[in-house]
């Protein structure tokens, strides 16, 4: 039998990558895959606790039991998460949110022969970009007592430096993060390899893991939180 040590505990959990549209056909995303997300929402529902998950369209399958929202856009997700902002005890952020979304094109397919053409290049296309709402650093903002946030950070440098820095400006209670660019981690592996901090200051390396084996450690800490 597993553990039950989250009976007991809501957990709302974000997981995949947004799409921000642009066009009819295209979109603004990352590759993230979702798994890490998903074997969190699993370990944590195996663990006892009641899991609510607020995922992009790619995600791996989830039992019934886990709720899940599926939304598209970074802005869709903030506005779901905000919603239930009083009403989880563990905040797990594992979304890979689009930090800016094109400025929509319109409901038509953009023809590439409307791209402006200038002296270096016959048909160069420029595209505006705005701001997305940060939702970990919101809901950090408005921590209740009692309330645990777990935040990741998905780096090609200095992982270290951003995992403490996001940990106290997102107001987090842990903070993992992995380097994006390095092989056996990020992105797409079936494995992962962390750097770790809480908000007392413990830290912790993990390298070359299962992503499942992962997401039961990091339960494990914030059982231990
Ligand atoms: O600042 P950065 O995007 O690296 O922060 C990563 C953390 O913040 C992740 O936990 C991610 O899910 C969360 N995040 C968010 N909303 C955003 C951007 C990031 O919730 N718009």
Redesign the pocket.
């Known amino acids: 039998l597993s553990p039950q040590d989250l009976a007991g505990k809501t957990v709302l959990l974000?997981a995949g990558a947004t799409q921000e549209p642009w066009d009819a056909v295209r979109y603004w995303t990352n590759p993230s895959s979702g798994l890490m997300g998903a074997c969190l929402a699993l370990a944590a529902y195996l663990r006892g606790a009641k899991v609510h998950v607020v995922s992009g369209p790619q995600i791996p399958w989830l039992p019934n039991a886990i709720q899940h929202s599926k939304v598209k856009t970074?802005k869709e997700m903030y506005e779901l998460v905000l919603d239930q902002a009083d009403a989880f005890d563990i905040g797990i952020?594992?979304?890979a949110?689009a930090?800016f979304s094109p400025l929509p094109f319109g409901g038509e397919k953009f023809k590439k022969d409307k791209a402006v053409s200038t002296p270096e290049n016959s048909s160069a296309l420029t595209i505006e970009f705005k701001a997305?709402?940060?939702?970990?650093a919101t809901i950090g903002k408005q921590k209740k007592n009692g309330q645990l946030l777990v935040?990741?950070?998905?780096e090609s440098s200095n992982l270290e430096f951003a995992v403490k820095s996001?940990l106290e400006r997102?107001n987090c209670d842990l903070l993992v993060g992995n380097l994006i660019n390095q092989e056996n981690s990020g992105f797409k592996s079936e494995n992962n390899s962390v750097f770790m901090q809480d908000r007392f200051g413990k830290s912790e390396s993990l390298n070359n893991l299962p992503k499942t084996e992962l997401a039961w450690r990091i339960l494990n800490w914030l059982v231990a939180l």
Do not use: M
């Open positions: 974000t970074a952020f594992t979304a949110v930090d997305n709402p940060d939702i970990l935040g990741f950070a998905a996001k997102k």
